[in-house]
């Protein structure tokens, strides 16, 4: 029995379709969880076109969606994934910032308006539920899978999950800024003993004084909290578009020396999580 985790969309920001994105990937974030039948969308990136599609081509009909924030690097994909168009698709879908002011269901409706989108939401025939709480909360998705939570630094707010099952646990924490010479409390608690944590690694330590207050964190401070965390595994996530190949080459180098359970994300890499064994990256087709 293990748990696989698949990345469909591995950037920040904005998605890279150029040569030299290739081998890391150009698209923006959305991770796939497959935990026995269930299947768990993590962010609707534009990442989650080719995942609708792999979906549909395994006649998956039920998914469930965490969504960390709705900045459109984490949503704009979500209008082109198919299965929201067949009616027999059920899809819930769950956010932790929204639930104070307008709701996720209006989110991703309002970026689907004209004149910015010719489809309008009304369109969509799949049966999707909204689920808005307050980061911080935890909950059950079923099947003995269950999900907690925290508010992560963010602007607009943002959500960090931390699924499990069966003892197995993966965090996804993005995006989210770190304050140099303290600890966030709240990501340390989520993360405490986790198999594999997927962190906003957008910047480096050398560059993010030019970026702070733009809400995102780096690779180093990302080893220095699972260390702290007895975590196993941390996967390098949410590149900035202008880190080509060649320089996340060079962060994957780094990061393994710094500490062995680094490894940069990449599009179409897999991670097997094996109960009770190491974890296993594999990269596989769909």
């Keep these: 029995m293990s748990v696989q985790v698949k990345f469909w969309g591995v950037r920040g920001s904005i998605a890279t379709p150029s040569a030299d994105h290739m081998k890391y990937g150009g698209n923006t974030s959305c991770v796939e969880l497959n935990i026995d039948d269930r ?5 609707a990136g534009t990442g989650i076109r080719m995942l609708g599609n792999c979906l549909l081509n395994r006649n998956i009909k039920d998914y469930s969606f965490l969504q960390s924030h709705t900045h459109w690097d984490h949503i704009n994909g979500f209008p082109f994934f198919a299965p929201v168009y067949r009616d027999d698709v059920n899809i819930e879908i769950h956010a932790g910032h929204l639930a104070h002011s307008c709701g996720i269901q209006q989110v991703l409706s309002s970026q689907m308006c004209q004149p910015t989108f010719p489809v309008p939401f ?20 079923g099947d003995g899978i269950y999900v907690r939570t925290a508010p992560l630094n963010h602007p607009d707010g943002g959500t960090g999950y931390r699924i499990e099952y069966e003892g197995t646990s993966v965090c996804y924490v993005t995006d989210t800024e770190h304050v140099i010479g303290q600890v966030d409390e709240n990501i340390l ?3 405490d003993g986790a198999d594999l944590v997927i962190y906003d690694s957008t910047y480096t330590d050398e560059e993010y004084p030019q970026f702070e207050g733009w809400g995102h964190s780096t690779w180093q401070e990302g080893v ?7 975590a196993k595994q941390l996967a390098i996530f949410h590149h900035d578009p202008s880190h080509d190949d060649a320089f996340m080459d060079v962060i994957a180098e780094k990061a393994s020396k710094e500490w062995s359970g680094a490894f940069v994300a990449q599009e179409g890499m897999c991670v097997e999580l094996a109960m009770s064994s190491k974890p296993n990256l594999v990269t596989v087709a769909c």
């Design 39 to 43: 299947v768990i969308i993590l962010d």
């Design 189 to 191: 608690k989520l993360i």
């Design 122 to 141: 009304a369109e969509l025939s799949a049966n999707i539920r909204f689920r808005d709480f307050h980061a911080g909360e935890s909950f059950s998705l």
């Design 224 to 230: 220095k909290l699972c260390k702290m965390a007895g």
